[in-house]
Every structure is written in C-alpha cells, then in structure tokens.
C-alpha cells in the first residue's frame, strides 16, 4: 500500500496547480522547483512496486519502479528541466500549466506497473499535449490540434480494447511481456504503434509538432514518442516485425525532409526517423540492441531538444521558420548557430557526439543478428539523417543566401537551456560511460575502437562531400514555398473530397429526378385520366349481356378450330 | 547599408578554405582506410572504400528521388488552407502567444 515512497507524477501535477494560481517569477520557481525535487525524489526511491490498489477484481500498481523505468524517468526529469529553463519567458498561464501536466503524464505512464494506470496517463498525455498545439492560438494550429487528437484519442481507444482483451486472455493487468499473440496483442501494438509513429500512423506528428508554439515543441519532442518507445521496450521485445518496421522508419522520412521548408517540420521527420532506430533495436531485442535503443531514446530527448529549441529560437526571434525565408543568421547569432550545429552534430552521430555511441550499438546489433539489409538502411539512413538534419537545418537558417534578416539572439533563459543540452551532447559523447552504467542490462561494449570511429566519420565526410557537391552544380532542391502531399492527403483531402462528391452526386439526382418529373409527370396524368377517368375508356363499365355474348363468341371460335 | 559590417563568409575565400579542408579531410580518410586495419564483421565492408561510396552515393540518391517526388507531391503553400483561412491566421500570429 501507500509508503513514504512518492509517484513522480504527484510532484509535477501538484506543480502545475500551483503554476495555475500564481504568475511572474513565482510561477516560474515553481515549475523549475519540481524536476529538481523530483529527481531527488527519484533518486531516494529505491526498485519496487508501490501504492498498489484494488480495483473489482484487479491489482493496479501505480508505482513500479525498476531499473528500464528509473532510465526513463531520469530523462524525463532532465528533459523537463531543460524545457522548464527554455519556457521560463513565458507569460502564458494555459500553455505553462499544460506542460507541467503533460511531463507528469509521462512520468505516470512509465512508473505505471498495470495496464490501466498506464491507460490512464497515455489518455493525459494526448489530452495535456493537445494544449501545446492550440497555445500558438492561430485557426492552422486549432485545425492541426483537432487532427492530432484524433490520432491520440483513437490510439487510447485501441489500448483500451487490447487492455481489456488481455485482461480477458490471462487475467491479470500487469504490465510486462506481451508479444504478438492474440487479439490483444495486436491491438496494444497498433496502440503504441500510433504513439511510436509508425509509417502511415505517423502523421499526427509532422502535422501537428510544427504547428505548436516555439516552447511547446520542445515538450512535445520529449515525451509522447518515448514513452511509446518505453512501453515498446516493455511490452514487445524482440518482436521480429519491430526491426522492419523500424527500418522502414528509419528511411522513408528522410525524403520528405530534404523537400520540406518548414524547418521544425524536417525536425519532425528526422524525429521519426530516429525513432526508427530505436525500433530496430527493440526488435532485434539483445542485450546490446536493447540498450542501445534506451540509449538513443535518452540522447535523442537531448540533441532532438537542443535542435527543436534553436529552431524554436529562430521562430521566436525572426517569426519565421521556412527555410525559403530564412539565411545568413550566423551573423548576428552566432551562439544559437554554434548551439544548432553541437545539436547536429549528435544527431548525426559524429564521434565524440553523444547520438556516436548509441548508434552505433543498435548497428552493431543489426551485424550480429544478421539482419544485413537492415544494417544497408540503417547506414543509409545515418547517411541521410546527417543530411537532412545535420546540414540542412543549420545551413539553410544560419548560412545559404543571406535573407537580410538581422535578429538578435534569443532571451537569455533559451540560451542558458540550449547551452544544458549541447554540454549533455558533448559530455555523454566524450564519457559514455556516464550514462550507459545506467542502462537496463550491463554489457561490455566498447564504440570508441579504430574500426567504429574510422567507419562513421568516412560515411558522414563523404555524405557532406555529396551535399557540397550537389549545391555546388545547382542539384539540390532549393528551399521552396509549399506543403508536399503525405499521408495526411487522405484524410485531409481524399475523403472530404469524396464526400463531397458523393453529397454533389446525390444532389444532382435529386434535381435531376425533380426536372423529369416536372416535365413528364402532366402527360402522365393526361393519358392516365384519358383512358381511367370516369369517362374514360377503360373506366367504362359494361353490361353482364355484353360480357356473356363475348365469352360466347370466343367458344364459338375454339369451336370452329378444334374442328378443322 | 553600405556600410555594414563584413561577417565571416562574406569573404569567398574562407568559403573556400572551409571547402578545400573539406576534401584534404575526405583524402585524409580515404587514404587511412589502408593503413588503419580494421576489424570486419561483414564482408562487405572489405570492399574498397565501402563507407565513402556507399555514404556519397546514397546521399546523391537520396536527393534525386526526393527531387523525383518534388514533382509527384509538391503543392502550393495554400494547398489545405484556402487563402481567406490564412490571412486570419496571420495577423493572429506573432508574440501573441507569449503573452497572458
């Protein structure tokens, strides 16, 4: 039952209640007062299951707490902070409060040791986020929030019905192994899958992430997808289908970053893309594979965050954020320029950076469990990965053509936060080990041998070598004004569309049925009353006379033939 | 403003020093793959300069599909929101959001 011990959730949602009712630097104490409790908090509590519950006939368990959630909930302490420092400007009682709400969501959802708990905060965590979207308080971002709820709501229903099948299936609700076996184990897959951004389930996030307010996005990057990417981890390792999937991930994004304008929109892709990674690795389901997927997740929140945050600073200061619009910014922002490209470079996945060694463990684990097809697209993909997101997004906002624009830096709090991240990048990348003690299998594996370190630096040099090349003779798609059609065309075109069609279909056989009959409807009535009026023909009425003499004549007839 | 101040790659010449230590670093790897004896786990990558090739090649693929597809999905900016939607939105946006 209840202990001493505390659910990270509380510290964060009584936070948000406190946040609510003050304002100014109060409120902002407040907000960076609960990751730092709730990481000494987190720190006292030693492994467990906690505040257990009976609810009819099962058990939940609120707070469980092992060494895969403890990573998680470390990260999501840091990443909030970080977030926390990056929104402390703010003056915006809704969109603050929503954040706090939304890192304690996460937090519940991955100390949750019971499906229903976890059921409960996944929901919170859709419903907290959404805020975030419609903070930015313009009619795209209310279009883009509606879309996005959609997408979660529906995921929470998925999970809903798979968590009661399986409670159906093995009577318990205890969150562990699930696999792929039964109904119930597709539908939570489906679940997750939605929240993990699987190819063609992935739309919400490059829809609606780019639409959120410069602050909002920073949150958003951290939470949702971990968690998914946690309960994954969980629920479904070394499910083979994971690595294809991720693989698939891994690739098919990067396409449509290097022909996206919208800056935090190629961030987007590049987020799914490095979800892929982790999805490979959870699929594959080793050791090494496993955690080099915890891995990545933890560097991923870090270097994803430090890119969203100076493209969200980019946006703050300049009010834009295509690429088409944007250039030349280095000049006088070289510390946010300096910030990005420490970013881009983790994400990318140079030595000495820390998205290097994390990598390179799920790589490695693609060689050794002989998926070498998989291991040519995950190569392919830190190829592209570097290209879209490691030179792109700082080219084209800080150097390509000068665009005239001459912002200054962003406020102090944005660049303090960004500053946090890059040190993190830089010191998980030169000390590895700091992190990796705290993985959830020990493992002896050492990234920063000759082979690895020779490997990664060729296949990244030559990468930039293309893109130099590729501008250089003019082949590389320019930054252009447009949106690219995607998965979202189907459901934001194709069946509106349809419908409306099919409603001008029905309207066109209205009108059409109302015009013939207009037409023909008094010739109908004419020859009806002509011939079954009362004077008509066919309304006559005969005598029976007449009628015996016909009958009569016709005998006579049948007569006369059987005759002959 | 004539006058403005001369920023770092305002100068061709240092776009050109950061491009010419570009390809003395790609040479300088190149040339190490020969001296550097590598632990293989596939053999493949046995293939002479594997990881530069397959890293120049994929990036140049990578570029023309999406230049391929630029021509299959590219619409205008407006495709979704038809031009009355986005004025509103506009004069909404800005530090709006930033404020109580």
């Known amino acids: ?564 | 403003m004539k006058t403005e101040k001369q920023y770092l790659f305002d100068n061709p010449k240092n776009i050109k020093r950061v491009l010419h230590g570009l390809y003395i670093c790609c040479a300088l790897l190149v040339v190490l793959d020969f001296v550097i004896n590598r632990k293989v786990y596939h053999s493949w990558e046995n293939l002479w300069a594997f990881y530069p090739i397959y890293g120049f090649v994929g990036c140049v693929v990578l570029v023309f599909v999406a230049r391929w597809m630029r021509v299959l999905l590219m619409r205008d900016e407006d495709y979704y929101d038809p031009p009355e939607s986005t004025e509103v939105s506009e004069s909404s946006e800005g530090d709006k959001h930033v404020r109580d």
């Open chain 1, 1 to 564: 039952m209840f202990g001493t011990e505390m659910a990270p959730f509380v510290i964060f949602f009584v936070a948000a209640l406190l946040a609510a009712v003050t304002h100014g630097w109060l409120r902002g104490a407040i907000m960076l007062a609960a990751p730092i409790l709730g990481a000494i908090n987190l720190w006292m509590t030693s492994e467990g299951s906690y505040w257990g519950v009976s609810l009819l006939d099962f058990e939940l368990n609120i707070l469980r707490v092992d060494r895969l959630a403890i990573l998680f909930g470390y990260l999501f302490h840091l990443a909030a902070f970080i977030a926390i420092v990056y929104s402390l400007h703010l003056r915006d009682r809704m969109q603050q409060t929503a954040s706090m709400l939304y890192a304690g969501s996460a937090l519940g959802a991955v100390f949750a040791g019971d499906l229903l708990t976890l059921f409960v905060f996944w929901e919170l965590l859709a419903i907290t986020s959404v805020f975030l979207i419609w903070a930015r308080r313009t009619t795209q971002s209310y279009h883009a929030g509606m879309r996005y709820l959609l997408f979660q709501v529906i995921s929470g229903l998925l999970l809903l019905g798979g968590i009661i099948a399986y409670a159906h299936f093995s009577g318990s609700i205890v969150f562990d192994e699930i696999g792929l076996s039964g109904l119930h184990g597709w539908l939570i897959f489906i679940a997750l899958g939605i929240k993990c951004g699987f190819p063609f389930l992935h739309n919400w996030l490059t829809d609606g992430y780019p639409e959120a307010t410069p602050t909002g996005t920073v949150f958003l990057s951290a939470f949702t997808t971990k968690v998914a990417i946690y309960a994954l981890a969980r629920g479904y390792p070394g499910t083979e289908l994971l690595v294809y999937i991720g693989a698939a991930m891994t690739c098919f994004p990067i396409f449509f970053a290097v022909i996206e304008n919208d800056l935090r929109r190629v961030l987007a892709y590049s987020l799914i893309n490095q979800l892929g990674f982790m999805v490979v690795g959870i699929g594959i389901g080793t050791a090494l594979a496993i955690n080099g997927a915890v891995a990545h997740a933890f560097n991923d929140v870090i270097f994803k965050g430090l890119l969203f945050m100076s493209m969200g600073a980019v946006l703050h200061v300049t009010g834009k954020i295509n690429g088409s619009e944007l250039g030349g910014l280095y000049k006088t922002m070289p510390k946010t320029t300096i910030l990005c490209i420490i970013g881009a470079a983790s994400i990318s996945a140079f030595p000495l950076f820390s998205g290097f060694v994390s990598k390179s463990m799920i790589m490695s684990a693609a060689l050794n469990n002989d998926h070498t097809w998989v291991w040519l697209m995950l190569l392919f993909a830190s190829a592209g990965v570097f290209h879209h997101a490691g030179i792109k997004i700082p080219y084209f906002a800080f150097f390509a053509h000068d665009s005239g624009i001459r912002a200054k830096e962003p406020p102090l709090n944005m660049l303090l936060a960004m500053t946090i991240a890059a040190t993190l990048c830089i010191t998980i990348g030169i000390f590895p080990d700091l992190l990796y003690q705290l993985l959830p299998y020990d493992m002896d594996y050492n990234p920063y041998d000759a082979t690895h370190v020779l490997a990664q630096t060729q296949l990244l040099f030559f990468s930039a070598l293309a893109f130099v090349w590729l501008n250089l003779y003019k082949m590389y798609p320019p930054e252009l004004k447009s949106v690219n059609l995607e998965v979202d065309w189907l459901y934001r075109r194709l069946i509106p569309r349809t419908l409306q069609r099919l409603a001008d279909v029905k309207d066109v056989c209205v009108q059409q049925m109302s015009r013939v009959s207009a037409r023909h409807l008094p010739q109908l009535t004419n020859y009806l009353s002509k011939y079954y009026a009362p004077q008509g023909i066919l309304a006559k009425t005969s005598s029976t006379g007449t009628a015996v003499m016909w009958i009569m004549l016709m005998l006579l007839a049948y007569l006369l033939i059987s005759l002959y």
